[in-house]
């Protein structure tokens, strides 16, 4: 078994495959993760030793058709600078809608918030699952245990639920490049599709973003769709518990610090600097793109020009725009627009010497692109929306003599860590036309004390730490979900509690109602039990060696109501209240209610804030439910609400406990716990069963001794000795104790 061999994942291999005279050639890919990624394995390899056997292998679409590819590489094992390289083969028809359509005329647009831009075409969706479930059978056919699987960006988000399906212990890591939208945008996809991404990017074990604003834009979109809740960034699912998290991309720090240390790159600026004569430089690098913003930052330079005059003839604009996906109609129509708008300000402003904006549609190699940075005097970074954006962090990293201002759009996901730039919003020419003039004009000694600050956090947090960082919080999450994993319900354990209840001569079930017993509902009368249910504790009840205990939130009237004439006994409000079978009703410990005036008032005004809640008063405590109001809305009011129950509490004789969306204040001292005493201090039971499904059972776990069986519903940590997946599971066992 290979320990922790990577398997990358992406759209492209990392080269472009071509023939030319008959022999297969290797071009580097252009873009950020391709570049990021290559740092980092060549980094790897430098320090670790390289061996063929175990270098990463990539997974990534052939740029030339299977026939011939095998004609050159008949076993496929295409080994290049430091890559395995996997290709897979995709037809060029389905490729086109899957590529030029879903990818680039659906998500792209509607991602980097331009949604009537966007196009949801049918057809796009199917070809766009089609290619996923091409690049998984091709992982799955290079994968072996221990391997990591590392997919990236928005072109296969729904490849982690299909291997997660075939490979389910498998290692599965996602990262997406570009920025995640608001739930307001996210839901502009049909039903189905928005569904099927979320839950395909939830078959990874860690799902990593730019940024905080893209995390919290995920987790909101899966609490309204799916109605999955998060702690901390760890979602729980009912099969897995899932990392969300920020991890910036970043760049090779050190290879573009030390980029004037390179003769060749010196000279090349000189040269730069040399035609220019005395004229400041502003650059700015960028795929074509109609997200990057290129006309308003046209528009703003024309209006720095004609707002500062002085400045004509003493400043020039190097816009370099590197070819990217013209076949698109839409960036056809970009790289006109630019054209014009170049075409417009030169001729409104230049003159004989001096050509205000030099225009460059091309690819430059690395070395001039690091003479142009170091020759700037203004970077004008300034995309209406970039997922990171790495062209700031270079111009940033290669300024070893730290000069240069960096003026970044506040939309960019790079504005999160370079604070020392000039952050613009994007669609204000005015402030970009200002800031021109602010960065021009700047002392030396700030622009010396703003690229240290931003130089020290790029070479702290470069790419190695990066891909390190997401590495090893991939293996923690995987670490933890199999620490989980043991505590599962397995057959071999179901075997276990039903050898021992066959047994025991005195057995003790205690189980809690809603979401264990029944599922949740919307509204709390809803969740009656059925006649099924009724049969089957009856039943169990019916055996001589069985005590069955209902433990409940529930009103000791509604538990009357529902199971008073089976033969069970009940605890109702959490541990308020408790009877024996065909006993009165008794309190647990002596308590009072005087704090309640206090409390309702409180919660009424909550459920006025908030559409969809309602408080529910019982004889000890008083529960505010959320569970039908808006998802956000409802947790932060429930935030609020705690926050203001505990600053009551603290003078009052109560307490507050949180259920699944329910906030509830009960008389202090009272818990599920304390009346599980009163059957466990009576009974001498050689079995005792105990299943729950929220905070409120863990006071009941915790009474139950170690050698004996307690079951939290749902794959999160708990005091509980073992986890069910899902409610239907306790009704399962149940079923089988009661046919032993």
Known sequence: MHKNRLILVSNRLPFKITERNGRIEFLPSSGGLVTSITSYVHKKNSSSGFDQSDCPIWVGSSDIGKRYFYEHFPNEGVFHDGYKLAPVHIPASMHDKFYNGFCNDTIWPLFHYFPSYAKFVDEYYDMYQKVNKLFCEKVIEIYEPGDIIWIHDYHLMLLPALLRKKLPNATIGFFLHIPFPSFELFRLLPSRWRREILLGLLGADVIGFHTNDYVQSFLKSIRQILGYDNMLRVVATPERSITVDVFPISIDYHKFNDALLSNEIFTEKNKIKKRLYDAKLIISVDRLDYAKGLINRLESFDLFLSKYPEYKKKVVYILLVVPSRDIIAKYKETKSDIEGVVSRINGKYGGIGWTPVIYQYKTLDFKKLLALYTAADVALIVPMRDGMNLVAKEFVASRSD??????????????????????????????????????????????????????????????????????????????????????????????????????????????????????????????????????????????????????????????????????????????????????????????????????????????????????????????????????????????????????????LDFQIIEGKRVVEAKARGINKGVAAAVWLKENQCDFILAIGDDKTDEDLFRVIPASQYSILVGLKQSRAKYNFKQQQDVLDLLDKLNRL
């Open 402 to 651: 730290r000069r240069g201002v960096l003026i970044l759009s506040e939309t960019a996901g790079a504005a999160a860590e370079l604070g020392g730039a000039i952050l613009v919003n994007p669609n204000d020419r005015l402030e970009i036309a200002e800031s021109l003039n602010i960065a021009l004009s700047m002392p030396v000694e700030e622009q010396v004390h703003r690229n240290d600050t931003m130089r020290t956090r790029l070479r702290e947090y470069d790419v190695m730490k990066w891909a390190e960082d997401f590495i090893s919080q991939l293996l923690e999450r995987k670490a933890k979900q199999e620490t989980l994993k043991v505590k599962e319900v397995t057959g071999h354990t179901e075997n276990s509690i039903c050898i021992n209840y066959s047994k025991a001569s005195k057995r003790l079930l205690f189980l809690d109602y809603d979401g264990t017993l029944v599922p949740m509902a919307a509204f709390s009368h809803q969740a009656v039990p059925d006649k099924n249910l009724i049969n089957l504790l009856t039943a169990l009840a019916e055996d001589k060696k069985n005590d069955i205990v209902i433990s409940s939130g529930r009103t000791m009237d509604t538990l009357e109501k529902w199971f008073g004439h089976i033969p069970v006994h009940l605890v109702a409000e959490h541990g308020a209240f408790y009877k024996g079978h065909g006993m009165d009703w008794l309190q647990t410990i002596p308590v009072g209610s005087g704090w309640k005036p206090a409390v309702i008032p409180i919660m009424s005004q909550f459920t006025d804030r908030c559409a969809g809640t309602w408080v529910e008063e019982k004889n000890l405590s008083v529960a505010w439910h959320y569970r039908n109001a808006e998802k956000d809305l409802g947790f932060l009011r429930s935030r609020e609400l705690v926050n203001a129950l505990l600053e009551l509490s603290s003078h």
